[in-house]
């Protein structure tokens, strides 16, 4: 959807930033440490992958050194 159709996007971008710090701010529940908006849960799992890297099963792993080895791929440890 086309914000801009129906008000300034940048308009639109400040009450979502505003609406957002609001939601961030507010008090937490017992048990949470914090509140959370739409997309934060994916954007924390990618930075952990981004440094932790992807987990693989291990018969997911045994396949690929197969491969590996199949097609003459230099194993990467």
């Known amino acids: 959807?086309?914000?801009d159709a129906f008000r300034p996007a940048d308009d639109f971008k400040n009450a979502m930033d505003h609406w957002?710090?609001?939601?961030?701010?507010a008090k937490t529940v017992p048990g949470?440490?914090?509140v959370l908006?739409?997309?934060?849960p994916e954007r924390e799992y990618e930075a952990?992958?981004?440094?932790?890297?992807l987990p693989l099963l291990h018969q997911v792993v045994d396949d690929?050194?197969?491969?590996?080895?199949?097609?003459?791929i230099p194993r990467v440890q």
């Open 1 to 3: 959807m086309r914000v």
């Open 32 to 34: 949470q440490d914090k």
């Open 64 to 72: 690929l050194h197969s491969l590996s080895q199949k097609f003459s």
């Open 20 to 25: 957002i710090q609001g939601f961030r701010n």
């Open 37 to 40: 908006v739409p997309g934060d």
């Open 48 to 53: 952990k992958r981004r440094v932790e890297g």
